[in-house]
């Protein structure tokens, strides 16, 4: 049974940093692409990040480019987030996500199966 399991809730400030990690089981992880979305209240869940299985290529979405870094760790199954210089229009509950082609890095969230419960981020302004 796959399991996801984000950690890495926040509450920060404008222009402030924070970590989230995301700990996976139940699947070979450094066989699979990873990604980071993220959902708002009263919006449509949207990619934020996807990286390879061996981390040597990595995707981000405009909104979040120059400011967050997708990383991963193979020995310890684990997929990072690292935030800088966030907005409040950052806030949101971030999940991540393991797709159905393990292999395959993409950023369309149809192609992701499995999912961790999420964890939320708020920056205030």
């Known amino acids: 049974q796959v399991q996801l399991v984000e950690s890495g809730v926040g509450l920060v400030p404008a222009v402030g940093s924070l970590r989230l990690s995301c700990a996976a089981s139940?699947?070979?992880?450094?066989?699979?692409?990873m990604g980071w979305f993220r959902q708002a209240p009263g919006t449509e869940r949207e990619v934020v990040a996807a990286?390879?299985?061996?981390?040597?290529?990595?995707y981000y979405a405009d909104s979040v480019k120059g400011r967050f870094t997708i990383s991963r760790d193979n020995a310890k199954n684990t997929v990072y987030l690292q935030m800088n210089s966030l907005e409040p229009e950052d806030t949101a509950v971030y999940y991540c996500?393991?797709?159905?082609?393990?292999?395959?890095?993409?950023?369309?969230?149809?192609?992701?199966?499995?999912w961790g419960q999420g964890t939320q981020v708020t920056v205030s302004s």
């Open positions: 996500a393991a797709p159905r082609i393990f292999s395959v890095v993409t950023m369309a969230a149809d192609r992701y199966d499995y």
């Open positions: 139940g699947l070979t992880f450094s066989t699979y692409a």
């Open positions: 990286i390879s299985w061996g981390g040597g290529s990595t």
